[in-house]
């Protein structure tokens, strides 16, 4: 009897504490304490009625009909389109600086505990130093395995093609199709939400190796004249044949008749003296001179909040920039939190910024005297910049930087004609066809135009209707001229070549290009 | 002094309500992303364990439930025996960070703890609240068992046999074993309770 008695006691005990603790969590959820947002039902009202506005401001505009439909699709009468977007997504896991994070970290979603950062490491230097040297090398086996699970890195290159500098370009698409589907068209043929359901998408986001610090990435070319830049977390993930060359040319808007004024070098701010003097006006040379001046950022510096093996002076525009162009160095966009949702970015080139009235990928900045200010050193946390060591600069300074960004021009595009299409005494019948279809069928113009081909907006793909993951929501249309010495492409750099590029719009435009037609694109983008 | 023995104050009971307790408490937290305390260490030391197999968020829910299923045994003095096993898996491996982690709990490895790792060492007493409220249950089931094996090896599976010979008395039988009537089959495994109460022979 007494047994029956104890039990039911013990019973009431449990679940008390299970609805105790549920209750708890409801509350817990959504406050300030805790990292799963809660969804307002109400928004999910008020958002059906915005999004009705849009349409109707949009449609009494003469829009390009290709353009309203990429935009808006048809959810607009959907209130799916408003309501929280989180289905099949995880919780961000918990984890301290420096821990490793999922590579498909699109797939999960949260609020971080703070906005702020902290120039504390969770252990002291020499743990921290230790942990890493264990961590490392099983974190670099998985990335090697998980990049060569997802691209085929057979570096067959382009026959014919180099970049501006002679390095060959590599031959695509590489990325890997799922074994349940035969060819890139088969998969093209398929509708999104079957590719979505099926989890087909050969172009989901990459995410940055080691997250939870994240922070710039340098590629091992970089790193061998540069090895006060090896970090001891974590290395490049591309191998270096998909990668821009280095160093690269750099031309002049000022200077078209000296071509490369690099001299095949890269410029430092040992050389930099000797090779620009009595080119570059007064100005110019003093904004070069701060481009190529390091400074502390949030995890190279003096302090212990660092990774590398030893104090750093930090790091100079230049040392991803190289020669005004790109190294291919990696690092996370500034511009959200927690860290965990910030995407992965690869440098662009400096090349034709004078052109560009929108820079950065999600942040819409719109002078480059004003990005010389705001950039990434310290993750868009001014906190962290003022613990670990500011990067002072006055504004007078960051204008002069602007100045020698402001002819940065691009490489030669011999076949281009001053209205940017091909001279069809020099362009090949394939390219004419590329041409044609960039301008037509395959809608490429109707975002990449002018001189720089790009329309400066910021486009939603709606890339996440092909695969479980976080929206990334509108991304700067990056100019297409020049375009071959940039890879990888796309934001991240999960399209390691221009076959993989068209492929991807292919797919995301639903063009439903031939082979042949796909071939002819990628030719008229290797002109640019 | 037998008397004093059945007093919960004075015999384990108190000890193994408070070891469930905790178990199910702080196990039942981990069905909650984000709302236990231990998520950061437990999840990294077995996504580390399994070399990846496992993602953070899985991993938490599994040893939710093992922690909740150790839990609620205790609590409920129920299958002891076997939980008895996975206690010891769970306790081993709630060490495992300070081999795993130790640049987490230790502010100097192995004498300076950090408070994580401080909450790691003092799972010593765990494991002696366990050992004593299970020892004792766990190693007479098992003897018993054994026992019983034994004996079928010996006489065969027609043989029912007693755990004891006061057992086999309360039962009414005069002696530990005997020969079942070749007109009822045993059941493949004996097993003494479920025939005791089948053949009306157990008395409550």
């Known amino acids: 009897m007494s047994k029956y008695w104890n039990h039911a006691c013990v019973t009431i005990g449990v679940v008390g504490m299970v609805i105790g603790i549920s209750a708890t969590y409801e509350k817990y959820r959504g406050t300030d304490l805790s990292r799963v947002p809660q969804f307002d039902r109400r928004s999910t009202a008020r958002g059906v009625a915005a999004v009705d506005d849009a349409h109707r401001v949009a449609g009494s505009h003469t829009y390009d009909d290709d353009l309203l439909a990429l935009n808006v699709g048809e959810r607009t009468t959907d209130s799916a389109a408003v309501e929280p977007r989180i289905d099949g997504l995880r919780i961000y896991p918990t984890i301290e600086k420096g821990m490793r994070t999922p590579f498909d970290l699109w797939r999960y979603y949260g609020r971080g505990v703070t906005s702020f ?3 504390v490491l969770p252990m002291r230097f020499d743990q921290w130093r230790s942990f890493h040297r264990k961590q490392k090398p099983d974190l670099m086996r998985d990335v090697r395995e998980y990049m060569n699970r997802r691209y085929d890195f057979g570096e067959k290159s382009v026959a014919g093609h180099f970049m501006s500098g002679g390095k060959p370009i590599m031959r695509g698409p590489v990325a890997r199709l799922p074994s349940e ?3 890139f068209a088969e998969l093209a043929g398929l509708a999104p939400a079957e590719i979505k359901r099926r989890d087909l998408f050969p172009y989901k986001p990459l995410a940055h190796p080691l997250q939870s610090t994240a922070h710039m990435v340098f590629p091992p070319e970089w790193i061998k004249v540069h090895p006060d830049h090896a970090r001891i977390d974590v290395d490049m993930d591309f ?20 071509g490369d004024v690099s001299g095949g070098v890269e410029i430092t701010l040992d050389n930099y003296y000797e090779i620009f003097d009595g080119l570059l006006s007064p100005e110019q040379m003093e904004g070069l001179k701060e481009l190529l001046r390091p400074s502390p950022t949030t995890w190279f510096n003096q302090t212990d909040h660092r990774v590398t093996e030893r104090p750093s002076r930090g790091v100079a525009c230049f040392d991803c920039h190289v020669n005004g162009h790109t190294n291919g160095a990696f690092e996370l966009g500034p511009d959200s939190r927690p860290n965990m949702a910030r995407l992965r970015v690869d440098t662009p080139t400096m090349r034709g910024n004078f052109n560009l009235m929108q820079l950065s990928s999600k942040r819409s900045i719109r002078s480059m005297d004003h990005f010389s200010e705001v950039e990434e050193y310290f993750d868009g946390d001014p906190g962290m910049q003022q613990a670990i060591g500011p990067r002072a600069v006055k504004r007078e300074v960051t204008n002069r930087m602007g100045d020698f960004n402001s002819i940065i021009d691009y490489p030669p595009a011999p076949k281009l004609t001053p209205m940017m299409r091909l001279d069809p005494a020099l362009a090949s019948e394939q390219e004419l066809r590329g041409e044609e ?31 479980v993951g976080r929206p990334e929501g509108p991304i700067k249309t990056f100019a297409l001229r020049g375009i071959k010495d940039s890879p990888p492409y796309l934001h991240d750099g999960r399209c390691p070549t221009l076959h993989d590029t068209v492929e991807f719009f292919n797919i995301v435009l639903e063009l439903d290009l031939t082979d042949a037609e796909k071939a002819d694109l990628v030719a008229f983008l290797l002109c640019l | 002094m037998r008397k004093k023995q059945n007093n919960p104050t004075q015999s384990s009971t108190l000890l193994r309500l408070a070891v469930g307790f905790v178990y199910f408490y702080f196990g039942f937290l981990k069905f909650f992303p984000d709302l236990s305390p231990a998520e950061l260490l437990a999840s990294q030391t077995i996504v580390r364990m399994s070399s990846g197999l496992l993602d953070a968020s899985t991993a938490l829910w599994w040893l939710g439930v093992m922690e909740c299923t150790i839990g609620l045994a205790f609590l409920f003095n129920c299958g002891l025996q076997y939980v008895f096993f996975l206690f010891l898996a769970h306790m081993a491996g709630t060490f495992a960070p300070l081999f795993i982690l130790p640049e987490l709990t230790f502010k100097i490895a192995p004498f300076a703890p950090t408070t994580e790792g401080q909450y790691i060492f003092k799972n010593v007493v765990f494991v002696a609240a366990g050992w004593t409220v299970l020892l004792p249950a766990v190693r007479a089931h098992w003897k018993r068992t054994l026992e019983r094996i034994r004996f079928r090896t010996q006489h065969g599976p027609n043989v029912i046999a007693f755990a004891s010979p006061s057992e086999a008395a309360r039962l009414g039988r005069s002696s530990r074993q005997e020969t079942r ?9 004996p097993d003494l309770v479920a025939h005791a109460s089948a053949t009306g022979l157990a008395d409550h």
Do not use: N, W
């Open chain 1, 181 to 183: 589907v035969d060819s």
């Open chain 1, 117 to 119: 950062g902290t120039p």
């Open chain 2, 181 to 189: 009537p070749p007109a009822r089959p045993a059941a493949p495994i």
């Open chain 1, 239 to 258: 191998p270096t044949a998909y990668l821009p060359e280095f160093p690269p040319p750099l031309f002049l808007t000022t200077h078209k008749e000296l």
């Open chain 1, 437 to 467: 279809l960039f301008h037509g069928r395959a809608k490429c113009a109707v975002c990449h135009y002018g001189p720089a081909f790009t329309d400066d907006y910021m486009h939603d793909l709606q890339v996440e209707r092909f695969y």
